[in-house]
């Protein structure tokens, strides 16, 4: 059974097997923790990004979906990029999000990873609601077969941290 874990911080200082970027379709880099990801993982993490563009992801990774890269200098040996779905009030996307954190635990398992740091994704700029964020990713991890020994939410502030710790509780109860 997974575990899953809190973490108040930056996930580009975690050390993991694998860690998770909230990425951009085009897979180069962004915003965010896109952007400091790519910076603190250094240029490997983005030769091999553009060496998936340049081959069967020229479209860019389709939301929902991920694929595994070099950690290059970050405390890992593998980031695990996922597109997270740009938050709607009219139409319902959390499908989309559900499918990011599947798609990375599937993903960990094909590499064998045991430890992934993930972030709570499109909370940022994609601006998908804090507490519901929490809800899908909590209730999708826990419902999803996999192999990974610990799952660590690494949490940017208090608020989120706060919203995943709530979600953590209730479900385990």
């Known amino acids: 059974m997974t575990t899953l874990t809190l973490v108040q911080g930056d996930i580009t200082r975690e050390s993991a097997d694998a860690i998770v970027n909230a990425a951009n379709s085009s897979l ?12 603190r993982g250094g240029p490997a993490i983005l030769e091999e990004c553009r060496g998936l ?4 992801l020229g479209k860019g990774l389709p939301t929902g979906e991920a ?17 997270g779905p740009v938050w709607s009030a009219e139409q ?3 499908d989309l999000l559900a499918s990011c954190y599947r798609s990375c635990l599937r993903v ?5 990873a045991r430890t992934v740091a993930v972030p709570a994704i499109s909370t940022g700029v994609y601006s998908w609601p804090m507490e519901d ?3 899908i990713a909590v209730e999708t991890v ?26 953590l509780a209730c479900s385990r109860t």
């Open 92 to 94: 319902d996307r959390s």
């Open 133 to 135: 964020a929490a809800r």
């Open 142 to 167: 826990r419902a999803t077969p996999n192999a990974v020994a610990e799952v660590r939410f690494v949490l940017f502030d208090a608020r989120a941290y706060a919203a995943f710790a709530s979600r």
């Open 53 to 56: 563009r340049a081959g069967h």
């Open 28 to 39: 180069l880099g962004g915003g965010g923790v896109d952007g400091a990801i790519h910076r």
């Open 108 to 112: 960990a398992d094909e590499l064998g």
């Open 67 to 83: 694929v595994a890269t070099t950690a290059g200098d970050l405390d890992a040996r593998w980031v695990i990029h996922t597109v």
